[in-house]
């Protein structure tokens, strides 16, 4: 298909350029036994020292660790607070990665009671929220009718926030209610591939991505407003602590408050397209303009052709 284009379809949106078929994927080995660990912290539990340590340390420990971490506001003792929950993978037994802890991330106090030992198909099912020891047969349960709304935003933070700001946001979080966040780990190999190597250009400079999530059962507008302003405002809040010139935003949670086109002019796609892949938005227009100059493949959120004939 040519270079451009296949370079274009890995992290481009293959919704921009085509439909994908068929594809290989390369396998890569996983150890026997890998561990992982939940554990949640409260306010009044050092959250904010903890939340401010994992800002350095989950972009930097070893590769083989990858720590997630919530955020959330809840009620406990009948008063509103913040919990966070720190989630991790770890390629490699529980006492190595206890001795990994100690050394590089103390304040979260990790010890071997928190760590389960499990097989890495056991772990897929614990990430997805199943008990370790579930079949993984449970993956095919597609539950169709489980139907949610939601909202997500995503922003990337390149330098930590300062204790003070994680109190401002604690406090921010208790006001709204309801939106929680996800901190992404950057770091390792993610740092290794160049910005510009793959569409996705998210590379060496953040140190996470956050995610902001939201999920209502209750139909109806007044429920969709209250949550996606809810969202925005959170959003509006977090402006001096993340990524600006352009505000990076990750493809994958399709928010429209990024930008969004019905007429595919370049100019247009410019707002979303250099929030999704920065620098790489032009060559991205290059391929669309050679592949599909007629913009059959479309979406508002798609990449333009340099100029649109529909
Ligand atoms: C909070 O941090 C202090 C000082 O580092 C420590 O003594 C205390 O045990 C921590 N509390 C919890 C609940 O981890
Ligand atoms: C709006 O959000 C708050 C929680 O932040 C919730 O208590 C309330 O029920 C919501 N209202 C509607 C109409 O969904």
Not at 58 to 64: C, R, S, V
Not at 219 to 240: I, R, S
Request: charged fraction near 25%.
């Amino acid at each position: 298909m040519g270079e451009d284009l296949f370079w274009a379809i890995r992290g481009g949106g293959a919704a921009s350029f085509g439909v994908v078929l068929a594809y290989k994927v390369k396998l890569v080995p996983v150890p026997e036994k890998v561990t992982v660990f939940r554990v949640e912290r409260y306010l009044t539990e050092n959250a904010t020292d903890i939340t401010f340590k994992w800002q350095s340390v989950a972009p930097t420990t070893d590769d083989e660790l990858f720590m997630r971490m919530l955020v959330q506001p809840v009620t406990r003792n009948k008063k509103k607070t913040v919990r966070i929950t720190v989630i991790a993978l770890y390629l490699g037994d529980s006492d190595s990665l206890v001795r990994l802890l100690n050394k590089d991330f103390p304040e979260l106090g990790i010890a071997k009671e928190n760590c389960n030992e499990a097989s890495w198909i056991d772990s897929v099912l614990w990430w997805a929220n199943y008990d370790l020891g579930t079949q993984p047969k449970i993956l095919l349960d597609r539950d169709l009718n489980d139907a949610n709304f939601l909202k997500r935003k995503s922003d990337y933070v390149q330098t930590p926030i300062p204790k003070k700001g994680l109190e401002s946001l604690w406090k921010k979080m208790v006001e709204l209610g309801k939106v929680g966040l996800v901190f992404n780990s950057y770091g390792g190999q993610m740092n290794r591939v160049k910005s510009d190597a793959t569409p996705f250009p998210h590379r060496a400079g953040n140190l996470f991505k956050i995610q902001y999530s939201v999920s209502w059962k209750q139909p109806g507008d007044e429920a969709v407003k209250n949550f996606t302003t809810q969202t925005k405002l959170l959003h509006e809040f977090m402006t001096p602590f993340v990524s600006k010139n352009p505000r990076s935003a990750y493809l994958n949670y399709r928010d429209i408050d990024v930008g969004s086109t019905n007429t595919w002019s370049y100019e247009d796609g410019k707002v979303y397209g250099q929030s999704y892949f920065n620098g790489n938005y032009e060559r991205l227009v290059h391929v669309k303009t050679a592949v599909d100059p007629k913009n059959f493949f479309r979406n508002e959120q798609s990449i333009p052709p340099r100029s649109t004939h529909i």
